[in-house]
């Protein structure tokens, strides 16, 4: 192992092989809250990994992916979804995958242990997310310089409310509350406010 190499070297390292495969062929993906939070637990995970940062540094979530450089794995999914969408716009009239987008069923209905998210709802979302209106989707997509501008603006209006969000979580979840009583440390003068908060700090004195 080199360790001589930089973050930054690292970090396209990461992008252009760990990232590529991760994500390949994302661009026609319909995740759920729960596929989002395991691609995100591994995104940080590597990130922490590249970085030498360990769990007991309590660096937050933010401040790493700001050290590393890079976007949430939701950005970076949203973008691509966004740039694939307006390329498949664009596309003449006689091509799948621009038939595929509009084809709508003509006799059967959907099955009902079919998924329940569609394609068009989940790309519907990330447009009102980054600020765009989806009736005008066919217009904003005809230009392609124009599109891409706009999709790195929306991506960067979605790592601004992610990053909002993880940090609103974390002052939540960091807020001194009344639990009725201290639970000093024998080790340390460390004082934690549960019980259960007391003995998952004195792992850390175990030998």
Known sequence: MNRNLTIKTKVSVYKAVCLSILLYGSESWVLYRRHLNKLEAFHTSSLQ????VKWW????HTEIRNRACIDPIKTILSQ?????????IRMPANRLPRKILYSE????SRRAEGPKKRFKDHMKTTLKKCA?????????????????????????RLTTDFNR?????RLRCHAPQNAGGNFPCNACDRICK?????TSHQKVHQP
């Open 49 to 52: 990994r590249i970085l030498g």
């Open 57 to 60: 540094h309590k660096v937050p």
């Open 80 to 88: 691509r979804q966004l740039r694939w969408l307006g390329h498949t």
């Open 105 to 108: 069923l003509d006799e059967r």
């Open 132 to 156: 765009f209106n989806p009736s005008n989707l066919e217009v904003l997509a005809s230009n392609r310089q124009s599109w891409q501008n706009m999709c790195r603006t929306g991506s960067e």
């Open 165 to 169: 969000a993880a940090e609103q979580r």
């Open 194 to 198: 549960s019980r259960i908060g007391l």
